[in-house]
């Protein structure tokens, strides 16, 4: 029998001899798309090929990409646990052709590898083709049926409706029919009785899709039609755990080698066995699902927290806590406890666990306590609800409570009505539902943003010329109006531009662009799939004049000051806390900068000064700025930068060092360290456990200093003035602060 790490190598093996190219999966976490909070496919990391923007460096590539589907379009967090198939992350093995091959290899190699290599029974396999659609004008697909009749007799070719088998990356971009491969898990004898044929796409546990087609060969446009794609796209996804069942004769997920030693754990801990009681069952699946989520966000750089996608990781570990109290008796941290197993089973492909146990472990720990006191608050609220309902005569709670428990104490509904179910009383179902699908509402409208079509003056791409010039002469190539939040904005794409592109922490350049005819303000810059975006309130009138870029000297001056202050920084916390302190975040802005780091206690006062010392001793050498633009990636390690988890670097990367400071590093920085002028931290705090959060100024001005004595003599003063012993108190001060 393969184990899944040969079935995960055999896949890459079988593609890297069709003359693909293996990249490695890229992080989960995604930092650079504002449409996209987690990697949901394997074909994220290659949006920016697949729009157009850049040129592909492969045309054939294949990989093992680690995904998570518990947000937006693609959301399955409900159903993880009940059935043996679903999963928040996952692994999508995945092949493309960037317009290299097509509909006809793309069939006939997934049928190669899944045949002829890894000996699938071929009687168990079944396709799926789109059936066409008189909307948007498109017939069946044929082509793609045609080549599967080469493999398959024609009542296993299913066709699927455009729900099932047409692909789109989001409401607009490259989008085309899907062919699924489906595969029968069932014995001969339940085979006999019900045809698989009307199993297929019907949430069968055991007829299930291992594998996407995606034939890309349309672009949507915003109102809705459809145009021809100038380069064709193939875009695989294949379900690995999926993929590992059907190779190791299971019929769940859960019981591939992919999950059977996580599961022994937790049943260990609980006591029990997996497979003796369907509750108990699906809490231990939970666990075991979400543990691996929680993991692998943390190595990449998201933390549990109360925003965004922290707080997506915050509630999923919040749902696996709740399964583990209520069905498997675990009412202290116990999650955490898991690391070592899950180490012992994926260090080997993801050397990341390895690497930040210690973090993960005091993460997970200390979330799963502060969790298990709000879910006792949550049981109490529950109770008196029990209480009250009784009291007025009713048999159930009202679903904007049940809500209420579930949103903010990480009640999933199904354990509300457990309790109140051995209380006699049930919930106002739809009042819950209603009350759900607002909150949806609302999270969606909060994130829309309509975009129109582009429209493009002028072919070409476009090239960041901005660590050498803060003004330069360019033209437009093309532009489209976007309404975010009821405010209509226009994104401007120049063949060539000075203004940095938010990334890698430090915020986008704002600044104008003028010509003979007008002075436009550009608000800000952000990167949309790797191309640099301008944003403006006004479209130019006249957009083809040349026209020049000017960015805001003043605001990009202090912005580069404080990002070399935060490289000085980091190599600060490393000498003074020790090796341990790896980055988790950070934000340049021109008025302040903040780092977050892994470390495990409170930075002491004095810990603060030595830091802020070594620093501003380097600011005072004022050491020139080493800039290596383009170089291998290898080469940069060379030089000492380390490479952080959690961040995509392509094969050539920029290095900026200033003597001993070396990273690898994209941002916008001053040409000596005397340019930053000094450096005041001017607060250190929590982030979560494990991590701290230093802030700090730069080029402080003359007044923030004098504020700064200032509070420290009203402190002093209020200090004396509750102290009657002053001598006493001076000689502890002194003490402490000498
Ligand atoms: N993008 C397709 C999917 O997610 C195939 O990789 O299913």
């Keep these: 029998m393969l184990t899944a790490k040969e079935i995960r190598e055999s896949f890459k093996a079988f593609f890297e001899s069709k003359g693909h190219q293996i990249v490695p999966s890229a992080p989960m976490v995604i930092k650079d798309d504002p449409t996209l909070m987690f990697t949901n496919a394997g074909m994220n990391q290659f949006k920016d090929i697949i729009l157009g923007n850049h040129p592909a460096k492969h ?98 070719i299913i066709n699927g409706n455009r729900h099932d088998n047409f692909w789109e990356m989001g409401d607009t971009g490259p989008c085309g029919p899907c062919s699924e491969i489906h595969i029968d898990l069932r014995s001969e004898k339940e085979r006999k009785a019900v045809d698989a044929l009307t199993l297929v796409n019907k949430s069968h546990p055991q007829v299930i899709e291992i594998w996407n087609l995606v034939f890309m060969q349309y672009n949507r446009k915003a109102d809705g039609s459809l145009e021809a794609l100038p380069a064709r796209v193939i875009d695989t996804g294949m379900g690995f755990e999926r993929l590992c069942m059907a190779l190791q004769g299971k019929t769940s997920n859960y ?115 502060s969790f298990l006191r709000t879910l006792e608050t949550g049981i109490r609220l529950l109770d ?22 579930y949103d903010t104490f990480g009640f999933p509904l199904d354990l509300t009505e457990l309790i109140l179910r051995e ?88 600044g104008v662009i003028v010509s003979e005819f007008e002075t436009i303000d550009i608000i800000d810059t952000k990167k949309e799939n790797n191309l640099s975006v301008h944003i403006t309130k006004t479209l130019p009138k006249h957009l083809d ?46 008025d302040s900068l903040r780092f977050d780091f892994s470390h495990f206690q409170k930075v002491t006062n004095e810990e603060i000064r030595q830091i802020e010392h070594l620093v501003n001793a380097r600011i005072r050498q004022n050491i020139p700025l080493k800039e290596y633009r383009n170089i291998p990636i290898a080469e940069g390690k060379e030089l000492g930068a380390i490479a952080l988890f959690g961040e995509k670097y392509g094969d050539e990367v920029r290095v900026i060092a200033f003597g001993s400071s070396v990273e690898f590093c994209g941002g916008i920085h001053v040409t000596a360290t005397g340019n930053i002028g000094m450096m005041k931290i001017i607060s250190e705090s929590s982030v979560a456990a494990g991590v701290r959060r230093i802030e700090a100024y730069t080029g402080v001005k003359v007044e923030d200093m004098l504020d700064s004595i200032q509070d420290t003599l009203t402190e002093l003063k209020s200090l004396f003035n509750n102290v009657p012993d002053l001598s006493s108190t001076i000689h502890k001060f002194i003490e402490e602060n000498a």
Excluded at 339 to 353: F, K, Q, R, S, T
Aim: hydrophobic share 35%.
């Design 59 to 156: 045309r054939r590539v294949a990989d093992s990409q680690k995904c998570l589907r518990v947000s937006g379009k693609h959301n399955d967090l409900e159903e993880v646990g009940h059935d043996t198939y679903h999963h928040t992350m996952f692994e999508m093995l995945g092949n493309w052709s960037f317009g290299d091959y097509f509909k006809k290899e793309a069939i006939e190699w997934a049928w190669e590898y899944l045949v002829t290599v890894l000996k699938l029974d071929p009687n168990r396999l079944y396709a799926t083709v789109f059936e066409g659609s008189s909307s948007d004008g498109l017939e069946r697909d044929n082509e793609a049926a045609a080549i599967w009749g080469q493999f398959l007799p024609a009542d296993r």
């Design 255 to 369: 019981d591939t080698d992919v999950f059977q030693p996580i599961l022994k754990e937790i049943a260990k801990m609980a006591g029990t066995q997996y497979g003796l009681n369907t509750q108990n069952d699906i809490a231990m699946r939970v666990i075991a699902d979400h543990i691996r989520t929680i993991s692998f966000s943390i190595t990449d750089g998201q933390l549990p927290s109360n925003a965004k996608a922290g707080y997506v990781i915050r509630r999923i570990l919040r749902r696996a806590v709740r399964y583990g109290y209520t069905f498997l008796n675990q009412k202290s941290a116990f999650m955490y406890k898991l690391l070592p197993v899950l180490i012992d089973n994926m260090g080997d492909a993801y050397p990341e666990l390895i690497a930040q146990k210690e973090l993960i472990e005091k993460v997970i720990k200390e979330e799963e306590e």
């Design 384 to 405: 008196k609800a029990i209480v009250d309902v009784r009291a007025e005569g009713k048999d159930s709670i009202s679903g904007k409570d049940a809500f209420v428990l």
């Design 423 to 510: 209380n006699g009383l049930t919930v106002d179902i739809n009042e819950f539902n209603t009350e759900m699908k607002k909150q949806k509402e609302r999270a969606r409208h909060a994130a829309t943003i309509e975009t129109g079509d582009w429209i493009t003056l002028k072919e070409g791409s476009s090239e960041f010329v901005g660590y050498d010039y803060t003004e330069y002469e360019v033209k437009i190539l093309r532009y489209r109006q976007i309404k975010q939040k009821n405010q209509i904005l226009y994104q401007l794409v120049l063949d060539q531009t000075p203004f940095y592109a938010e990334s890698g922490g430090q915020v986008g350049d704002t």
């Design 545 to 590: 004049a040349p026209m020049m870029a000017c960015v805001n000297t003043d605001k990009r001056t202090a912005s580069a000051a404080n990002h070399s202050a935060t490289h000085l920084l980091d190599q600060a916390l490393r000498e003074v806390l020790g090796d341990h302190v790896e980055q988790k975040g950070s934000l340049v802005t021109p």
